[in-house]
C-alpha cells in the first residue's frame, strides 16, 4: 500500500470522527444516532462525486476490468474506507444500529476495498461498487433524519422513502447483479469475488425489507381513517 494512501485513510478515519465530534458538540438535543447519519450523508455524497469523477469513460464505466486503480480510484476508495472503519466502530457504539446484517455489510466491504487497496486490483470494480451502493443513501439516512426533524408520516417522509426505494432497487438489483457477474468473471482476487457476492446477497435481504416498508406506508396511507 503506497503511503500517501495509508495517510489518506488514517487522516480520513481521524476526520471523519472529527465532524461526529463536533455536530454531538453543536447539537446537544440531537441523538447519537442523528449526528451519525449526518457523517453518514456526507460520505456518502463526497463518495458518489469522487466515484463518479473517477471514471475515464461513462460509455464504459466498469472497464478495464481486474486493472490496477487510477490514482483518482484510489483515492476514492480510501475515503470510503476510512468512512467504514469509522462507522463500523461508531454503529458497534449504538444499540439502534448494531445489527448482523450492518455488521456484515461493513466487513465485506472493508475487507473487499482493502483488498483492491493493498493488491493493486480491481479499480473499476470497486469503484463502480461503491457509487451503485452510496447512491441511495443520502436518501436512506435523509429519511431517519426526517423522523427526528418531527416529519414521521408526513408527505416529505413518504416522498424520501419512494424515492429511496426506486433508486435503491434500480442501482443494486440492475446495476448489482450486472457488476457482480463481471466482478466474477474477471480475473479478481478471490476476496474481491467474496464481496462482490456478499454486497448483492445483502442488498437483496435489504431490498425485500424495503420492499415490505413501502407496501406498508402505503397500505397505511391508503385505509380509511376510523373517526
Request: net charge positive; hydrophobic share 50%.
Given at each position: ?82 468512512y467504514l472503519l469509522y462507522d463500523l466502530v461508531c454503529c458497534m457504539l449504538d444499540d439502534k444500529r448494531i445489527t448482523v446484517d450492518t455488521v456484515i455489510h461493513h466487513v465485506v466491504s472493508i475487507s473487499g476495498i482493502g483488498a483492491g487497496i493493498v493488491y493493486g486490483k480491481s479499480g473499476s470494480e470497486l469503484v463502480a461498487a461503491l457509487w451503485i451502493t452510496e447512491l441511495s443513501s443520502p ?89
Amino acid at each position: 500500500m503506497e503511503e500517501q494512501i495509508l495517510a489518506l485513510i488514517i487522516v480520513g478515519v481521524i476526520s471523519w470522527t472529527t465532524i461526529f465530534l463536533f455536530l454531538r458538540k453543536v447539537l446537544p438535543k440531537r441523538s447519537y444516532e442523528f449526528c451519525n447519519r449526518t457523517v453518514s450523508t456526507i460520505h456518502a455524497t463526497l463518495a458518489v462525486f469522487l466515484a463518479s469523477r473517477s471514471v475515464g469513460d461513462w460509455r464504459s464505466p466498469i472497464s478495464p476490468l481486474a486493472a490496477k486503480p487510477s490514482p483518482a480510484q484510489m483515492r476514492a476508495l480510501a475515503v470510503t474506507l476510512s468512512y467504514l472503519l469509522y462507522d463500523l466502530v461508531c454503529c458497534m457504539l449504538d444499540d439502534k444500529r448494531i445489527t448482523v446484517d450492518t455488521v456484515i455489510h461493513h466487513v465485506v466491504s472493508i475487507s473487499g476495498i482493502g483488498a483492491g487497496i493493498v493488491y493493486g486490483k480491481s479499480g473499476s470494480e470497486l469503484v463502480a461498487a461503491l457509487w451503485i451502493t452510496e447512491l441511495s443513501s443520502p436518501f436512506l439516512h435523509a429519511r431517519e433524519l426526517l423522523k427526528e426533524l418531527g416529519y414521521r408520516d408526513t408527505d416529505l417522509n413518504l416522498a424520501v422513502d419512494i424515492v429511496f426505494a426506486v433508486i435503491f432497487s434500480v442501482a443494486r438489483m440492475v446495476g448489482g447483479p450486472y457488476l457482480a457477474f463481471k466482478t466474477l468473471s474477471a480475473d479478481n482476487p478471490i476476496i474481491v469475488k467474496a464481496m462482490a457476492v456478499g454486497l448483492q446477497l445483502v442488498s437483496a435481504f435489504w431490498f425485500y425489507r424495503i420492499a415490505r416498508m413501502v407496501k406498508y406506508k402505503l397500505t397505511k396511507r391508503n385505509s380509511p381513517k376510523v373517526a
